[in-house]
T-cell receptor, first 109, second 114 residues
Framework: GQNIDQPTEMTATEGAIVQINCTYQ??????LFWYQQHAGEAPTFLSY??LDGLEEKGRFSSFLSRSKGYSYLLLKELQMKDSASYLC??????????WGAGTKLIIKP | DAMVIQNPRYQVTQFGKPVTLSCSQT?????MYWYQQKSSQAPKLLFH???????NEADTPDNFQSRRPNTSFCFLDIRSPGLGDAAMYLC?????????????FGPGTRLTVT
């Protein structure tokens, strides 16, 4: 079966750095997305990785290792507004998007 | 601003009473998706359309139907809602169907079944 694993919940302090991990087992791989979802709202796109390595976009960076079936989302200089769920999603060989259940990130002052 | 719009934002229906949720997009995207998302769970894909080609997920119950009368609009019909169908329903679009095309989501419709 296809599976995406992420921690259920993480807590971090305002101003700090947090790394949210995602491991996947899918039938084929055609890219990995990270989305942010605030409570009661729709997911919004954060990043896309298809090649190994680090993609940096402002305070957010996303890393991919295809050989390990692993990605992480790195959030720097955390702000209270970063409190949200972060969903990892992988495009499989049929271009279907397989979603993780998300990691709820709680930011404390 | 180009966007994905869902109406209504909140819908209450009675057990067994048909309900229709609507989605429209001004992005002119080829692909439209309907997802069901329950609390603290991953979005579950119900259907997607590539233009007018309809694709039903294998495990989507027959109780759920969809229509896409034109490029801009897509509807989700729940013929006989059960208590287990209470969820957030998300409509999304993507420019095309392929590896690098991100999905753009509407704000969702939260369905309550009484």
């Amino acid at each position: 079966g296809q599976n995406i694993d992420q921690p259920t919940e993480m807590t971090a302090t305002e101003g700090a750095i947090v790394q949210i991990n995602c491991t996947y087992q899918t039938s084929g791989f055609n890219g990995l997305f990270w989305y942010q979802q605030h409570a009661g709202e729709a997911p919004t796109f954060l990043s896309y990785n298809v090649l190994d390595g680090l993609e940096e976009k402002g305070r957010f960076s996303s890393f991919l290792s295809r050989s390990k079936g692993y990605s992480y989302l790195l959030l720097k200089e955390l702000q209270m507004k970063d409190s949200a769920s972060y969903l990892c999603a992988v495009t499989d060989s049929n271009y279907q998007l397989i979603w993780g259940a998300g990691t709820k990130l709680i930011i404390k002052p | 601003d180009a966007m994905v719009i869902q109406n209504p934002r909140y819908q209450v229906t009675q057990f067994g009473k048909p309900v229709t949720l609507s989605c429209s997009q001004t992005l002119n995207h080829n692909v439209m998706y309907w997802y069901q998302q329950k609390s603290s769970q991953a979005p579950k894909l119900l259907f997607h359309y590539y233009d007018k080609d309809f694709n039903n997920e294998a495990d989507t119950p027959d109780n759920f139907q969809s229509r896409r009368p034109n490029t801009s609009f897509c509807f989700l019909d729940i013929r006989s809602p059960g208590l287990g169908d209470a969820a957030m329903y998300l409509c999304a679009t993507s420019r095309d169907f392929g590896q690098q095309y991100e999905q753009y989501f509407g704000p969702g419709t939260r369905l309550t079944v009484t």
